[in-house]
C-alpha cells in the first residue's frame, strides 16, 4: 500500500515552458487535492477533485489546470511555467464521500523551481 | 474573508513538559478541525479530528480542545520528546476541502 505517490520529486523548468505533475493514490479515496506551500503563506488550494469526472478551483487557480484521469490518479499541469510557481507542491486524498473521514493523505511533494 | 492564525514564531520546549499550540480563526464556522504534522522535506501527516460539537479530543500524549465561541482550538502535547519537534499545522474543515493555517514550529529541547 503505497498510499499517495508523486512525481517527479524535483523539476527545474526555465519561464514558458510546460509540464505535468502526476499523482496517485491506491486507497480508493473519492477526493483528490493539489496544494502549493510557499514559506510565509502555508498550504494553499489550487484544485480539487470531490469525485471522479469532477474539479473545482481552490484557492489560488491561476495558470494551472488539473485532470482527474480516473479514481486513482489527478494530474496537475502547468501550461507556460512562471517563476511565480516556483514552490513546493503536494497532492493530498481523502475518503469524503460519506462524510464518515474527513482526513487528509499527503504525497511527498514535487519541488520545483521555475527560473 | 475567512483568516486562519498560528504562532508564526517557534515555540522552544523543554523535554518532559507540555506543549501548547493554539489556532485561532476568525470569518469562519468550520464543521471541524484538524491538526496535522509536517516534517521537513516531507507532506503533512493526520494528527487529530474535532468535530464542531465536541469539545475535547484525546489521542495518546495528544489532546485537542475547539471553542467555537472563542473560535480557538488548542492542541496539547504532553510529556514532550525531542522526536516531537516539527511543525504543527491546523485545517478548517467545511464542504467537501480544508483550509490550512501557516503552522507553527515546535522544537523540543532534550
Known amino acids: 500500500n503505497a498510499g499517495v505517490t508523486q512525481t517527479p520529486k524535483f523539476q527545474v523548468l526555465k519561464t514558458g515552458q510546460s509540464m505535468t505533475l502526476q499523482c496517485a493514490q491506491d486507497?480508493?479515496?473519492?477526493?483528490m487535492y493539489w496544494y502549493r506551500q510557499d514559506p510565509g503563506m502555508g498550504l494553499r488550494l489550487i484544485y480539487y477533485?470531490?469525485?471522479?469526472?469532477?474539479?473545482d478551483k481552490g484557492e489560488v487557480p491561476n495558470g494551472y489546470n488539473v485532470s482527474r484521469l480516473n479514481k486513482r490518479e489527478f494530474s496537475l499541469r502547468l501550461e507556460s511555467a512562471a517563476p511565480s510557481q516556483t514552490s513546493v507542491y503536494f497532492c493530498?486524498?481523502?475518503?469524503?464521500?460519506?462524510?464518515?473521514?474527513?482526513?487528509?493523505?499527503f504525497g511527498p511533494g514535487t519541488r520545483l523551481t521555475v527560473t | 474573508s475567512q483568516k486562519i492564525e498560528q504562532n508564526s514564531e517557534a515555540l522552544n520546549i523543554q523535554e518532559g513538559k507540555t506543549a501548547t499550540l493554539t489556532c485561532n480563526y476568525t470569518n469562519y464556522s468550520p464543521a471541524y478541525l484538524q491538526w496535522y504534522r509536517q516534517d521537513p522535506g516531507r507532506g503533512p501527516v493526520f494528527l487529530l479530528l474535532i468535530r464542531e460539537n465536541e469539545k475535547e479530543k484525546r489521542k495518546e500524549r495528544l489532546k485537542v480542545t475547539f471553542d467555537t465561541t472563542l473560535k480557538q482550538s488548542l492542541f496539547h502535547i504532553t510529556a514532550s520528546q525531542p522526536a516531537d519537534s516539527a511543525t504543527y499545522l491546523c485545517a478548517l474543515g467545511g464542504y467537501q476541502k480544508v483550509t490550512f493555517g501557516i503552522g507553527t514550529k515546535l522544537q523540543v529541547i532534550p
Open positions: 493530498a486524498s481523502s475518503e469524503s464521500e460519506d462524510r464518515s473521514s474527513y482526513e487528509q493523505y
Open positions: 486507497m480508493n479515496h473519492n477526493s
Open positions: 477533485s470531490a469525485s471522479e469526472g469532477t474539479t
